[in-house]
C-alpha cells in the first residue's frame, strides 16, 4: 500500500509571472534520491475553480528514505506557502492532514529527529 502527500493552494487572484516563476523553481529544486518521486505539480488545465497549485508525492516505502523525502517534499511547499501570499493551503497525507506553524511551516512529529533518521537506517 502507497501513501502519498497532497497539497494545493486556491485564491481568486491568479498567479504572477513572479509567483509562476517561483512555482516553476521549487518544481526543478534539487532532490536526495534519483529514484523516488519529489514535488510533483499538477497541470493547471482543469484545475477546480481558484486552484493556483496543486499536486502529490508518492512517499517510498523504504522506511530509512521516508523521513529525508518527507522533510525534502514539506520544505518545497513551505516555501512554495510562504512565496503565494493570501493563498489557502491544504496539505495531506493521505487522511492525516499536515498542519502549518508560522514559525516551521509544514512539518510533521519527529520528521527532523536525527535518533529516528538513524534508528531508521538514516544517517
Known amino acids: 500500500m502507497s501513501v502519498s502527500l497532497y497539497y494545493r493552494a486556491s485564491r481568486a487572484m491568479p498567479l504572477t509571472n513572479a509567483e509562476m516563476a517561483t512555482v516553476d523553481a521549487a518544481h526543478m529544486s534539487s532532490f536526495p ?9 499538477y497541470d493547471s488545465s482543469g484545475s477546480e475553480p481558484d486552484e493556483i497549485v496543486a499536486g502529490s508525492t508518492k512517499m517510498p516505502l523504504d522506511p530509512s528514505r521516508a523521513l529525508p523525502v518527507i522533510a525534502h517534499v514539506l520544505d518545497a511547499v513551505t516555501e512554495l506557502h510562504r512565496a503565494l501570499p493570501g493563498a489557502q493551503w491544504h496539505v495531506h497525507m493521505d487522511d492525516l492532514d499536515v498542519p502549518w506553524d508560522e514559525n516551521d511551516g509544514y512539518v510533521l512529529p519527529g520528521m527532523r529527529d536525527e ?9
Open 33 to 41: 534520491y534519483q529514484d523516488e518521486e519529489s514535488l510533483y505539480l
Open 115 to 123: 535518533g529516528l533518521a538513524t534508528a531508521l537506517g538514516n544517517p
